[in-house]
């Protein structure tokens, strides 16, 4: 099997305190199930290997990602105030450290601020499933009012992979997500969904940054590369609380797996 890494960082293993459930007690049992499917299995299998995995640090190196936004009113792009940038990570974090900036006000109550990047060297005409893995600065407690939704978790954390570039196309007057209306748009987004952006912290202890981390199920995405062997990677959020909303991201894997 040829195995295919692309991997952006000079130190990826670096020790990092984040937050991989707001509820202990499920982290708990799937860490559990986890050791006894994979290592305690009485088969002696071992886990499938990925076929290619793509890896970025984004605390390190840009890695040439491209922002993006979509879902929001062609005549309201300035009341939306979208902004993007690569720039350093926010107190208490390491402010050494860099990350992916995005923002948004959401006016719309459906507003998607998401990243892009095409990749390449799969094999040409193929079908992979794959695993996402996230992470990212998030200042938002858990449990908080906000306009339309929750402040956290009404702002959900999506993942996809595609044969065609993500982008916005314009629809009765709505900048709309390309690959979502080329599908059921309800079901690509349920289909989508990682988790969301609340933080371990309650409302009443206030906002502060902390890293957190969200993992896909197997087979999040599938995908059908092109005859270059080239497929589309996206990752970011959609809101439906009508504020706005500031995200860090630090990290992002996708794991490909053929049949």
Not at 146 to 162: F, N
């Amino acid at each position: 099997m040829r195995i295919l890494k692309e991997i952006y960082s000079t130190n990826q293993f670096r020790a990092e305190s984040y937050v991989r459930n707001n509820n202990p007690f499920e982290y708990s049992v799937f860490l559990l199930m986890f050791l006894f499917l994979t290592g305690c299995s009485t088969t002696g299998s071992e886990p499938s290997e990925a076929d290619a995995v793509f890896e970025y640090n984004f605390r390190e190196a840009e890695a040439g990602w491209e922002p993006f936004f979509t879902d929001y009113n062609i005549d309201n792009t300035e009341g939306m105030n979208l902004r993007s940038g690569y720039r350093t990570l926010p107190e208490p974090l390491n402010t050494s450290d860099m990350a992916h900036f995005i923002s948004a006000v959401n006016q719309s109550d459906d507003v998607k601020m998401l990243f892009r990047k095409r990749v390449t060297d799969l094999q040409p005409n193929t079908e992979y499933g794959v695993e996402f893995t996230i992470r990212f600065a998030t200042s938002v407690p858990s449990g908080c009012f906000g306009i339309g939704g929750p402040p956290g978790e009404a702002v959900r954390v999506i993942a996809d992979a595609s044969s065609m570039k993500p982008q916005a196309i314009v629809e009765d007057g709505y900048f709309r997500l390309n690959i979502q209306q080329t599908a059921d748009s309800q079901a690509w987004y349920q289909n989508a969904i990682m988790g969301d952006i609340a933080n371990s912290r309650e409302c009443e202890d206030g906002y502060e940054y902390e890293i957190k981390e969200l993992s896909s199920e197997p087979d999040h995405a599938t995908v059908r590369t092109d005859t270059n062997g080239t497929a589309w990677l996206m990752f970011g959020t959609r809101s439906g609380f009508e504020g706005q909303t500031d995200l860090y991201y630090t990290y992002m894997k996708a794991e490909f797996y053929s049949d």
